[in-house]
């Protein structure tokens, strides 16, 4: 049973908390790329609870404090300059790192702008999205996971706002029994026609519509173990004495995951907040087949999560979505067909913060149960300063296939390696 004081502990993110100094020791997506294309590359951005302006600057980006150190204009207004960003108020001038350049006004010997400084933070561009290092020190290393090594042509990067705290978003990704009732579709569709979208291909070594599988086979065995990059999840459905289904997911701590959409792409999902009561969520999609078709996955997804705030069209504000008449005979949730609406009601319907001294776990929560000892952990560390990042990741390994019952653990392995051998870039 969680406490009160152990929710507050896990969910509260501004400056000084004791979950928000966690995540600032970790790489945070701020924007997608594609955010920034046009003519004035500037962008306010609100993380964590701090009011932030992006913009381009040379060839990189720049990141600081959103309100100009003079008087509290706002610089998501200011002007672009090759070198910096000027304030609209009174031409005040910063550099990437927040230094103020120039101070215009004041009288033409003044050494004023020598002693303002504005907080301002690193910016690395990774596979269509900015992330930002906001904590102290000097920023990790990026692990040589699958979405950050490799080529541009094979990942596609998207994003989307959930109405919720930052914790119940990534919980749903880590808790794997969900997707035979929440996911479940009535009738299978062509997996050939159905490009881009998540459950309805079919796993690797099979014929058989996953949309199926998770509908017929709703009581998996799941296992989940400690990594070196996380936590690992195998979730298996037993089809026949002989054959198995095997969902093996992962968590990249402290708040991503990566789970296969099909039998060639895996999805790298982080989950980052916009404040104690909002998050969005972003996803590298990484094909080890064919080059990705950008323009398809991108089209299907603004339809839901339109730009240029990506905030999705039904939310609490109209139930989801919700149709009596289509859960009925089409989906088990009524919700249409897109499964991050799905998830989406599955996490805001809890609450903007969800109240978990009121949970009753069960044994398919196991992976639940792991995270928040690893979490728990990770910050009582990072308060005694004994926390260590590990940045020698790769990998890792999200598989979904049909395997022999006997063989599970060896089954996924070479799924893996085969899946390595024969791609353009990851072998």
Known sequence: MISAEQNELMTRVGRGTPCGKLLRRYWQPVALVDEMRGQRPVKAVRIMGEDLVLYQVGDGYALMQRHCPHRGADLAYGRIEPDGLRCSFHGWKFDHAGQCMETPAEPAASRLCEHIKTRAYPVAERSGILFAYLGEGEAPAFPAFDCFVAPDAYTFAFKGYWDCNWLQALEVGIDPAHASWLHKYFEDEDPAANYGRQ????????????????REYDRPEIRVERTDFGMRLQTLRRISDAQTHIRVTNILFPQAFVIPMNAEMTITQFHVPVDDVGCYWYSIFTSFGAKVDKDTMRSQRLRTYPAPDYKPIFGRHNGWGFDAQEQQSKTFTGMGFDINIHDQFACESQGPIADRTQENLGTTDKGIVLYRRLLFDAIRKNEAGELIINTDGSGPPAIDGIGPTAN??????????????QSGWSA
Do not use: H, N
């Not at 796993?203 to 058989?208: H, K, M, N």
């Not at 089954?411 to 899946?419: L, M, N, P, T, V």
């Open 199 to 214: 459950f309805r291909g079919t796993p690797s070594d099979s014929d058989l519509p996953i949309s199926k599988v998770l």
């Open 408 to 421: 599970m653990d060896q089954y996924w392995k070479e799924a893996d390696e085969k899946r390595r051998r």
